[in-house]
């Protein structure tokens, strides 16, 4: 099935710490607000506000081609411009509501630098306007919120955040509010709804949020790290750092990397490497001289790719992987899978994963990801019939009518319900013959 | 009912918020850290603090996994079963514990969805607090630890420790 | 034009669909553009009355330049839109999602209720795959279970559409039913320590598109396909919402609200929706009783005619007093209006029971429709809590306050159903809305120190258009002067109208028929008898007494012979023991009701009359809009529609009505009534909204029905799509049949010159607020099997700081003390109740009215401890 693949020496093959530099260097009190401003925390801030020139952070950032880290790569200032000007206050929510299987990144911050969220929120709402910031963190992270908590109360003890800071005149407040276990919450319009204290089901877009959103009012809604980018982008210069990357992916992005590797963890990767580079250099290769057999390139929603030199060779590059192979660097989570792994379990834990997560709002995905969890399950499971596979796409087809066509169409709401597709899209394509072998066996579980 | 001191934290979370309806999801917590679980009358109680009906509440709280409706001991194990965790012992570390605390009414066991510490697979949360790089022997060991007070434990909902 | 909608100012755009271009508003959405085009696009989550979610995807379309299939219910058309609804993509996400939707659907249609009329049925019919693929475990759930004493819910069955909780948040304000757990799991659930008690609970029964919700009074009652159907109107209140009534095997089994642009909007109460079931109550007086035992009805009838008879010639038509009539239809009120009036030359008449306004004044002042509420500048609360005594009329000013943000401007000093909806609150005390509206008409004139009636004053000139003043009495333990007062006031006002809140079925209808004290048909007092002089004999020369007037002239033994036409005096009258003495001192009563009450208890004669579902005819609602109710059952027993009985009464006492039709009636009425002048029996029964008085005013708002039977039975199921009656031509003249040169004779009200000396409070006294419930002591709830456990226990309500005040602890029971009457009742504190001030029910014979003095301007009382 899959090819042996030779892992290259490549020189180039490291780190751009930028984003996660304080935390890497100073892993055990990088949170506290001591070890963060010696290390240089709220001195752009304070350069902000001493400039008092919102048109110069837009400018650095929208020179940097900052695009969201969250998942959809929307650039960050464009995003700032479609702010409309109606006169009703405006609202920054940060999504730290990491829950994409494989994701670990944001935590990473969150828990380790949460004086470099805090200083991004700062300066981010100093550029809209905004003067209530809510950093919305999953449930599950416990100690993220104690952090950033802390890390709030001792920036307001400084003078950092509050009303009147630093006698500018500028007010921020900065609500540290938790989820409660629903992954569909990181999607923006969800994550909303839950902020309001409601389901977090979410809405019908248009309006999109940016126009139409917490409490009907307008809010930017940004993922954790490219919050904690931008005082690094204004530190160092747009221009600078648009300089790294490749194409229109500039500067680094923090990498997720887990499964059969050897060192697996999060990394900071300047885009333009080779996914050869990234698992057979930096995440160390496979564990226990097992082969590659399949990785899962930008987290569970979007389709898998294989142990080919055309998949290993293609460049880390948020365009050009979804030009060229149908799929996206997502949350930026890289899941690999060694030769024993069963694709029929995996994606059967996916769809469960998304059975589990479904809001239930729309038809398509409440019913659909029902019903593909539990033929995937017989599947996985020594059950699976003759047939099965054809009726996985002709589900598939109902919450996403080109099933295998990449980034997919939807019935759906939102892109929760075409993401178990993904996952049947890329049996189809890679393993077929494995599936139907399995599912003729037909053991009895 | 909140005690005392947690109503007069309710108020000050309720304050946080422009509108007090998104005070729902910080109350329940509060609510689920003091009395182990979120109990009929505690939505009842928050409903008055959001200015909404306690079936509003109720149909808000049922959807996250992490509001139990009803008691589930001392201690929450969340073990994470989903795709990283799968391939390298979370469902075995998950049968192990299930077994072992099937009849302990201390210890809720329970499979959830991923974690974010898939770096260190497989990993569980007790009460919201990380374990990581697990055997079935070792996670074990932790909850045993809980149990004996060699760790301290957050609440029920994760809420910090308190001296 | 009835639109009620705001009128959009700017120009309709071109919508292509499925090839043919029609023009529509802009912004309007795509699904409703297509479906007023003769294009049904399929649908669940879609009501046309609510807020678009897009949930549950049946009504995917493709619209050119738009990548996918976006949902056309939340698709806003556009200038150049192309859309089509039949293409292959299309059809196949209709099958995918029809197939997502039965995947977790029982098949136990044959048991449903639903079943026959079932729009997933329907639509799977019609839309849907042949066959499932779906091999899988179903999911389950505990059979229906009791989400309230009304409505049963089977989650099974639930497509998770969320019209049922949508309905519950938006449109009733009682979000008392959410959707509980997530994804696949998701259910519709009431918090268990709170049942879904909404007064409107049946409307989500009949807008699930599955059998999911279901209510008690007709689970397995009937097959769709066995029910009969007419249009009617509900006359449990005033409002008169539109409704579909069925039957099968002549017993009534259900009403549907029809939605009605000019009233209901499809929505009903529950008591309208339930309270029918008082028409088979086995306590149905179906025989004439004459001295408590069964006579025939030439018997009873001979009887009842020698007493007026003999009380007119011995005492005086002045010792003949008729109270009642506002529970029947038009052509009934007409009728006892001609007997009472044009036979008996009695002026002692009167529809209502001491707890409405003078007559005069309801009929006299410039009247506002419920639709201009939308686009009004602002409303003016004097009334009684509308979610009690109106309904739907609440629901349609909450959603005006609410979606269409008109502002509003409360006089009441205790909490209601709209205090959080409330603008500005003028918190006026019991007896003090006529100074309290004094103050607001000066500011709005010129300046106020005080804030809130400053701003108040502001908000009503900062609006264009009109404002309505919601008019009723707010509060049965206090003389109507206080109102009356207040509205002499608010009528100075520029671009005034007043919207009536008199709560009693067609009061408003026997007004207009001459039911009042120196009224006649029409709108005109007594004084304007040349219309009816053609056909009445007799014509009162002088104004004669209202109900307080007749029940003292009675205690005083002027009263010989009393007519009690579906009235209970002893029980609705605000003050009990003048009502109980003065019926006690008639010597002969004469009752035509439907049931046994404590008034019909002291009658000679008992005379059984039809109900609602057993009679046809013309009825008015509080906007003076005139429309059909029909019969649907033949009469239980031997009653007899009251016009009959006030023709039969008639011939007895040597006068011959000639009228053989209800049409009849009505022609004669409006033959005899100025401001009924250009209709018809003709016009009212195909008219779609009906006819607002005065007829010739309104004529231009007519819109004539598309053939005048209703068809339910639809390719789109029955009932959960809101129910239109098709209108086809606006009548744009009034045919000249009538004397609308007498146009000019109709009432205006003067304003009277009523002033209220309030007496002053001693610090241990509460001013006494009478209020009146939804679910009273009257027949329609506590001879309705489904209603009748819905009534509560009322306790005396105070605020908080009163109760510290007093030393009662909250809860218990505590001695109340009034100068006419005391006993024991539960205390409760509440939100939002001025201090110094106590609420309790009254009329319908509630407890308060043991407490009233119907002579006093205020009743005070006193609240002690029980020892």
């Given at each position: 099935?899959?090819?042996?693949?030779?892992?290259?020496?490549?020189?180039?093959?490291?780190?751009?710490?930028?984003?996660?530099?304080?935390?890497?260097?100073?892993?055990?009190?990088?949170?506290?607000?001591?070890?963060?401003?010696?290390?240089?925390?709220?001195?752009?801030?304070?350069?902000?506000?001493?400039?008092?020139?919102?048109?110069?952070?837009?400018?650095?950032?929208?020179?940097?081609?900052?695009?969201?880290?969250?998942?959809?790569?929307?650039?960050?200032?464009?995003?700032?411009?479609?702010?409309?000007?109606?006169?009703?206050?405006?609202?920054?929510?940060?999504?730290?509501?990491?829950?994409?299987?494989?994701?670990?990144?944001?935590?990473?911050?969150?828990?380790?630098?949460?004086?470099?969220?805090?200083?991004?929120?700062?300066?981010?709402?100093?550029?809209?306007?905004?003067?209530?910031?809510?950093?919305?963190?999953?449930?599950?992270?416990?100690?993220?919120?104690?952090?950033?908590?802390?890390?709030?109360?001792?920036?307001?003890?400084?003078?950092?955040?509050?009303?009147?800071?630093?006698?500018?005149?500028?007010?921020?407040?900065?609500?540290?509010?938790?989820?409660?276990?629903?992954?569909?919450?990181?999607?923006?319009?969800?994550?909303?709804?839950?902020?309001?204290?409601?389901?977090?089901?979410?809405?019908?877009?248009?309006?999109?949020?940016?126009?139409?959103?917490?409490?009907?009012?307008?809010?930017?809604?940004?993922?954790?790290?490219?919050?904690?980018?931008?005082?690094?982008?204004?530190?160092?210069?747009?221009?600078?750092?648009?300089?790294?990357?490749?194409?229109?992916?500039?500067?680094?992005?923090?990498?997720?990397?887990?499964?059969?590797?050897?060192?697996?963890?999060?990394?900071?990767?300047?885009?333009?490497?080779?996914?050869?580079?990234?698992?057979?250099?930096?995440?160390?290769?496979?564990?226990?001289?097992?082969?590659?057999?399949?990785?899962?390139?930008?987290?569970?929603?979007?389709?898998?790719?294989?142990?080919?030199?055309?998949?290993?060779?293609?460049?880390?590059?948020?365009?050009?992987?979804?030009?060229?192979?149908?799929?996206?660097?997502?949350?930026?989570?890289?899941?690999?899978?060694?030769?024993?792994?069963?694709?029929?379990?995996?994606?059967?834990?996916?769809?469960?994963?998304?059975?589990?997560?479904?809001?239930?709002?729309?038809?398509?995905?409440?019913?659909?990801?029902?019903?593909?969890?539990?033929?995937?399950?017989?599947?996985?499971?020594?059950?699976?019939?003759?047939?099965?596979?054809?009726?996985?796409?002709?589900?598939?087809?109902?919450?996403?009518?080109?099933?295998?066509?990449?980034?997919?169409?939807?019935?759906?709401?939102?892109?929760?319900?075409?993401?178990?597709?993904?996952?049947?899209?890329?049996?189809?394509?890679?393993?077929?013959?494995?599936?139907?072998?399995?599912?003729?066996?037909?053991?009895?579980? | 009912?909140?005690?005392?001191?947690?109503?007069?934290?309710?108020?000050?979370?309720?304050?946080?918020?422009?509108?007090?309806?998104?005070?729902?999801?910080?109350?329940?917590?509060?609510?689920?850290?003091?009395?182990?679980?979120?109990?009929?009358?505690?939505?009842?109680?928050?409903?008055?603090?959001?200015?909404?009906?306690?079936?509003?509440?109720?149909?808000?709280?049922?959807?996250?996994?992490?509001?139990?409706?009803?008691?589930?001991?001392?201690?929450?194990?969340?073990?994470?079963?989903?795709?990283?965790?799968?391939?390298?012992?979370?469902?075995?570390?998950?049968?192990?514990?299930?077994?072992?605390?099937?009849?302990?009414?201390?210890?809720?066991?329970?499979?959830?969805?991923?974690?974010?510490?898939?770096?260190?697979?497989?990993?569980?949360?007790?009460?919201?607090?990380?374990?990581?790089?697990?055997?079935?022997?070792?996670?074990?060991?932790?909850?045993?630890?809980?149990?004996?007070?060699?760790?301290?434990?957050?609440?029920?909902?994760?809420?910090?420790?308190?001296? | 034009?009835?639109?009620?909608?705001?009128?959009?100012?700017?120009?309709?755009?071109?919508?292509?669909?499925?090839?043919?271009?029609?023009?529509?508003?802009?912004?309007?959405?795509?699904?409703?553009?297509?479906?007023?085009?003769?294009?049904?696009?399929?649908?669940?989550?879609?009501?046309?009355?609510?807020?678009?979610?897009?949930?549950?995807?049946?009504?995917?379309?493709?619209?050119?330049?738009?990548?996918?299939?976006?949902?056309?219910?939340?698709?806003?058309?556009?200038?150049?839109?192309?859309?089509?609804?039949?293409?292959?993509?299309?059809?196949?996400?209709?099958?995918?999602?029809?197939?997502?939707?039965?995947?977790?659907?029982?098949?136990?249609?044959?048991?449903?209720?639903?079943?026959?009329?079932?729009?997933?049925?329907?639509?799977?019919?019609?839309?849907?795959?042949?066959?499932?693929?779906?091999?899988?475990?179903?999911?389950?759930?505990?059979?229906?279970?009791?989400?309230?004493?009304?409505?049963?819910?089977?989650?099974?069955?639930?497509?998770?559409?969320?019209?049922?909780?949508?309905?519950?948040?938006?449109?009733?304000?009682?979000?008392?039913?959410?959707?509980?757990?997530?994804?696949?799991?998701?259910?519709?659930?009431?918090?268990?320590?709170?049942?879904?008690?909404?007064?409107?609970?049946?409307?989500?029964?009949?807008?699930?598109?599955?059998?999911?919700?279901?209510?008690?009074?007709?689970?397995?009652?009937?097959?769709?396909?066995?029910?009969?159907?007419?249009?009617?109107?509900?006359?449990?209140?005033?409002?008169?919402?539109?409704?579909?009534?069925?039957?099968?095997?002549?017993?009534?089994?259900?009403?549907?609200?029809?939605?009605?642009?000019?009233?209901?909007?499809?929505?009903?109460?529950?008591?309208?929706?339930?309270?029918?079931?008082?028409?088979?109550?086995?306590?149905?007086?179906?025989?004439?009783?004459?001295?408590?035992?069964?006579?025939?009805?030439?018997?009873?009838?001979?009887?009842?005619?020698?007493?007026?008879?003999?009380?007119?010639?011995?005492?005086?038509?002045?010792?003949?007093?008729?109270?009642?009539?506002?529970?029947?239809?038009?052509?009934?009120?007409?009728?006892?209006?001609?007997?009472?009036?044009?036979?008996?030359?009695?002026?002692?008449?009167?529809?209502?029971?001491?707890?409405?306004?003078?007559a005069e004044l309801i009929l006299g002042v410039e009247r506002?429709?419920?639709?201009?509420?939308?686009?009004?500048?602002?409303?003016?609360?004097?009334?009684?809590?509308?979610?009690?005594?109106?309904?739907?009329?609440?629901?349609?000013?909450?959603?005006?306050?609410?979606?269409?943000?008109?502002?509003?401007?409360?006089?009441?000093?205790?909490?209601?159903?709209?205090?959080?909806?409330?603008?500005?609150?003028?918190?006026?005390?019991?007896?003090?809305?006529?100074?309290?509206?004094?103050?607001?008409?000066?500011?709005?004139?010129?300046?106020?120190?005080?804030?809130?009636?400053?701003?108040?004053?502001?908000?009503?000139?900062?609006?264009?258009?009109?404002?309505?003043?919601?008019?009723?009495?707010?509060?049965?333990?206090?003389?109507?002067?206080?109102?009356?007062?207040?509205?002499?006031?608010?009528?100075?006002?520029?671009?005034?109208k007043f919207?009536?809140?008199?709560?009693?079925?067609?009061?408003h209808?026997?007004l207009e028929a001459g039911?009042a004290?120196g009224i006649l048909p029409g709108r005109v007092t007594i004084e304007y008898r040349d219309a009816v002089?053609?056909?009445?004999?007799?014509?009162?020369?002088?104004?004669?007494?209202?109900?307080?007037?007749?029940?003292?002239?009675?205690?005083?033994?002027?009263?010989?012979?009393?007519?009690?036409?579906?009235?209970?005096?002893?029980?609705?009258?605000?003050?009990?023991?003048?009502?109980?003495?003065?019926?006690?001192?008639?010597?002969?009563?004469?009752?035509?009701?439907?049931?046994?009450?404590?008034?019909?208890?002291?009658?000679?004669?008992?005379?059984?009359?039809?109900?609602?579902?057993?009679?046809?005819?013309?009825?008015t609602?509080?906007?003076g809009?005139i429309?059909?109710?029909?019969?649907?059952?033949?009469?239980?027993?031997?009653?007899?529609?009251?016009?009959?009985?006030?023709?039969?009464?008639?011939?007895?006492?040597?006068?011959?009505?000639?009228?053989?039709?209800?049409?009849?009636?009505?022609?004669?009425l409006v033959?005899v009534a100025p401001a009924l002048a250009g209709g018809?029996?003709?016009?009212?029964?195909?008219?779609?909204?009906?006819v607002r008085i005065p007829v010739a005013q309104h004529h231009?708002?007519?819109?004539?029905?598309?053939?005048?039977?209703?068809?339910?039975?639809?390719?789109?199921?029955?009932?959960?799509?809101?129910?239109?009656?098709?209108?086809?031509?606006?009548?744009?003249?009034v045919?000249?049949?009538g004397n609308t040169q007498d146009a000019f004779a109709l009432l205006r009200w003067d304003?009277?010159?009523?002033?209220?000396?309030?007496?002053?409070?001693?610090?241990?006294?509460?001013?006494?607020?009478?209020?009146?419930?939804?679910?009273?002591?009257?027949?329609?709830?506590?001879?309705?099997?489904?209603?009748?456990?819905?009534?509560?226990?009322?306790?005396?309500?105070?605020?908080?700081?009163?109760?510290?005040?007093?030393?009662?602890?909250?809860?218990?029971?505590?001695?109340?003390?009034?100068?006419?009457?005391?006993?024991?009742?539960?205390?409760?504190?509440?939100?939002?109740?001025?201090?110094?001030?106590?609420?309790?029910?009254?009329?319908?014979?509630?407890?308060?009215?043991?407490?009233?003095?119907?002579?006093?301007?205020?009743?005070?009382?006193?609240?002690?401890?029980?020892?």
């Amino acid at each position: 099935m899959s090819e042996a693949v030779e892992t290259p020496a490549r020189k180039e093959v490291r780190e751009t710490l930028i984003v996660s530099r304080r935390v890497r260097e100073f892993p055990d009190d990088a949170h506290t607000f001591e070890r963060a401003t010696s290390d240089g925390a709220y001195e752009i801030w304070k350069e902000v506000l001493r400039r008092a020139d919102v048109q110069w952070i837009h400018d650095e950032v929208k020179a940097s081609g900052l695009r969201g880290r969250g998942g959809a790569n929307f650039p960050t200032a464009i995003k700032w411009e479609s702010l409309p000007d109606n006169g009703l206050p405006r609202h920054l929510v940060i999504n730290g509501d990491e829950g994409e299987p494989s994701t670990f990144k944001d935590r990473l911050l969150i828990e380790g630098d949460p004086h470099a969220l805090i200083e991004g929120v700062c300066i981010e709402a100093y550029r809209i306007g905004s003067h209530r910031a809510f950093i919305y963190l999953r449930g599950e992270f416990a100690l993220g919120a104690d952090r950033i908590e802390q890390a709030v109360h001792d920036a307001r003890a400084a003078g950092y955040v509050g009303s009147n800071i630093l006698g500018s005149g500028f007010d921020v407040e900065i609500v540290v509010h938790r989820g409660a276990g629903a992954y569909i919450c990181g999607e923006e319009s969800a994550l909303i709804e839950s902020l309001e204290g409601k389901r977090g089901m979410p809405r019908i877009k248009p309006p999109l949020p940016i126009h139409v959103g917490l409490y009907s009012e307008p809010t930017v809604v940004n993922n954790v790290e490219t919050v904690c980018t931008i005082p690094h982008i204004l530190k160092m210069g747009g221009a600078q750092y648009a300089n790294l990357g490749v194409n229109r992916s500039t500067g680094t992005r923090l990498a997720a990397i887990s499964g059969h590797v050897n060192n697996p963890g999060v990394y900071e990767l300047e885009f333009g490497m080779t996914l050869r580079d990234i698992i057979f250099g930096i995440a160390g290769g496979i564990r226990g001289d097992k082969q590659l057999k399949f990785f899962l390139p930008g987290g569970a929603s979007f389709q898998w790719l294989i142990a080919s030199d055309e998949h290993l060779d293609q460049v880390y590059d948020i365009d050009d992987i979804s030009a060229k192979l149908g799929t996206t660097l997502g949350s930026g989570a890289i899941m690999v899978y060694d030769e024993d792994t069963d694709p029929l379990l995996v994606a059967w834990r996916l769809a469960k994963f998304y059975a589990h997560e479904s809001c239930g709002k729309c038809t398509p995905c409440r019913e659909g990801s029902g019903w593909l969890e539990k033929v995937l399950y017989r599947m996985s499971h020594g059950q699976g019939r003759p047939n099965d596979m054809d009726a996985l796409l002709d589900i598939s087809a109902g919450i996403s009518p080109d099933v295998m066509k990449a980034p997919f169409t939807q019935t759906t709401i939102c892109p929760l319900g075409p993401s178990p597709v993904s996952a049947i899209a890329s049996l189809q394509k890679y393993f077929r013959a494995e599936v139907e072998a399995a599912c003729a066996a037909g053991v009895p579980a | 009912m909140f005690t005392e001191a947690n109503k007069k934290r309710a108020v000050e979370i309720v304050a946080q918020y422009p509108k007090a309806h998104s005070a729902i999801l910080p109350l329940a917590h509060l609510a689920q850290d003091q009395d182990g679980w979120l109990s009929l009358d505690a939505m009842d109680e928050i409903a008055d603090y959001c200015d909404t009906t306690a079936a509003d509440v109720q149909g808000v709280c049922s959807f996250y996994t992490m509001y139990k409706r009803r008691p589930c001991g001392n201690f929450v194990v969340s073990v994470c079963t989903n795709v990283t965790c799968l391939v390298v012992g979370g469902p075995e570390v998950l049968e192990h514990l299930e077994h072992k605390y099937a009849n302990d009414n201390d210890v809720f066991v329970e499979e959830v969805e991923c974690l974010a510490a898939c770096g260190n697979a497989p990993s569980m949360q007790v009460n919201y607090e990380y374990h990581e790089h697990l055997t079935p022997e070792s996670a074990e060991q932790v909850v045993e630890d809980y149990k004996a007070g060699r760790l301290v434990a957050r609440g029920v909902s994760g809420g910090a420790v308190h001296a | 034009m009835t639109t009620t909608e705001p009128q959009s100012t700017k120009t309709t755009v071109s919508v292509t669909i499925d090839g043919n271009t029609v023009e529509a508003i802009p912004g309007e959405m795509l699904i409703k553009v297509a479906q007023e085009n003769g294009v049904y696009i399929p649908r669940f989550c879609w009501h046309e009355r609510m807020k678009p979610v897009g949930m549950c995807r049946m009504c995917l379309v493709e619209v050119d330049g738009i990548r996918g299939l976006p949902p056309a219910c939340t698709m806003p058309v556009a200038e150049g839109m192309v859309c089509h609804t039949e293409t292959p993509a299309v059809k196949q996400a209709q099958d995918d999602i029809l197939e997502f939707l039965l995947v977790n659907h029982p098949l136990d249609c044959p048991v449903c209720d639903r079943g026959g009329e079932c729009p997933l049925q329907d639509t799977t019919l019609a839309f849907g795959p042949g066959e499932s693929r779906f091999v899988e475990e179903k999911r389950h759930f505990e059979k229906p279970i009791p989400i309230s004493n009304v409505v049963l819910l089977d989650r099974e069955r639930c497509i998770q559409c969320a019209r049922c909780t949508r309905f519950a948040d938006e449109i009733a304000g009682d979000p008392l039913i959410s959707f509980v757990d997530r994804g696949g799991h998701t259910q519709v659930l009431n918090h268990p320590n709170h049942p879904f008690a909404s007064y409107f609970s049946g409307n989500v029964v009949q807008i699930c598109p599955v059998g999911a919700l279901t209510a008690k009074p007709y689970r397995f009652r009937a097959r769709p396909w066995d029910l009969a159907t007419v249009e009617t109107s509900c006359t449990q209140c005033s409002v008169q919402c539109r409704g579909a009534l069925q039957s099968s095997s002549n017993r009534l089994v259900r009403l549907l609200g029809i939605d009605s642009n000019a009233v209901n909007h499809g929505w009903l109460c529950d008591k309208g929706r339930y309270g029918f079931e008082y028409v088979h109550s086995d306590d149905r007086i179906r025989e004439p009783l004459l001295n408590g035992a069964i006579a025939s009805w030439p018997q009873a009838l001979d009887a009842a005619a020698d007493a007026l008879r003999s009380a007119r010639d011995l005492h005086g038509a002045e010792s003949i007093g008729f109270i009642g009539g506002a529970r029947g239809t038009n052509e009934d009120a007409y009728a006892w209006s001609r007997l009472a009036k044009g036979v008996l030359g009695t002026d002692n008449v009167d529809a209502q029971l001491g707890d409405g306004l003078p007559a005069e004044l309801i009929l006299g002042v410039e009247r506002a429709s419920i639709a201009e509420c939308d686009s009004a500048a602002a409303i003016v609360l004097l009334a009684p809590d509308l979610k009690e005594a109106l309904p739907v009329l609440h629901l349609r000013l909450r959603r005006a306050a609410l979606d269409l943000r008109v502002p509003l401007i409360d006089f009441s000093c205790a909490p209601h159903g709209l205090s959080s909806e409330v603008t500005h609150a003028l918190a006026a005390a019991p007896g003090e809305q006529g100074a309290r509206a004094e103050q607001l008409v000066a500011a709005v004139n010129g300046a106020s120190s005080d804030g809130v009636i400053a701003a108040a004053a502001a908000t009503m000139k900062a609006r264009a258009g009109t404002i309505v003043v919601v008019l009723g009495r707010a509060n049965l333990a206090e003389r109507s002067d206080a109102t009356v007062q207040a509205v002499a006031a608010l009528a100075q006002l520029p671009n005034v109208k007043f919207l009536s809140a008199l709560r009693r079925g067609n009061v408003h209808g026997a007004l207009e028929a001459g039911l009042a004290p120196g009224i006649l048909p029409g709108r005109v007092t007594i004084e304007y008898r040349d219309a009816v002089a053609a056909k009445w004999s007799a014509i009162p020369e002088a104004p004669g007494l209202d109900t307080e007037a007749m029940l003292r002239a009675a205690l005083e033994g002027k009263i010989k012979a009393l007519v009690l036409i579906g009235a209970d005096p002893i029980a609705d009258f605000p003050d009990r023991a003048l009502a109980e003495a003065a019926v006690r001192a008639v010597p002969t009563v004469i009752a035509i009701d439907g049931f046994h009450n404590e008034s019909t208890q002291r009658a000679k004669v008992v005379l059984p009359a039809t109900m609602f579902g057993e009679k046809s005819g013309t009825i008015t609602n509080l906007e003076g809009r005139i429309q059909r109710v029909n019969q649907k059952v033949s009469p239980d027993g031997l009653a007899m529609d009251d016009w009959r009985i006030a023709s039969e009464l008639a011939f007895r006492l040597g006068h011959d009505f000639d009228l053989e039709t209800v049409d009849e009636v009505t022609n004669e009425l409006v033959s005899v009534a100025p401001a009924l002048a250009g209709g018809s029996a003709q016009l009212f029964r195909s008219a779609r909204d009906g006819v607002r008085i005065p007829v010739a005013q309104h004529h231009a708002e007519v819109q004539l029905r598309k053939g005048l039977g209703l068809t339910l039975d639809g390719p789109d199921g029955v009932s959960w799509e809101p129910i239109k009656v098709e209108a086809e031509i606006t009548v744009e003249s009034v045919p000249e049949n009538g004397n609308t040169q007498d146009a000019f004779a109709l009432l205006r009200w003067d304003g009277g010159s009523v002033r209220v000396d309030l007496p002053g409070r001693d610090a241990y006294a509460l001013r006494l607020i009478g209020s009146v419930s939804l679910y009273d002591h009257g027949s329609a709830v506590s001879e309705s099997p489904s209603l009748v456990g819905l009534r509560t226990v009322p306790k005396l309500l105070v605020a908080a700081a009163d109760l510290q005040r007093l030393g009662v602890p909250n809860g218990t029971e505590v001695h109340v003390a009034s100068a006419n009457g005391a006993f024991n009742i539960v205390v409760q504190a509440i939100k939002g109740l001025q201090p110094g001030v106590a609420q309790l029910a009254a009329g319908s014979g509630n407890a308060a009215n043991a407490l009233i003095d119907a002579a006093a301007v205020v009743n005070d009382v006193r609240v002690e401890t029980i020892r």
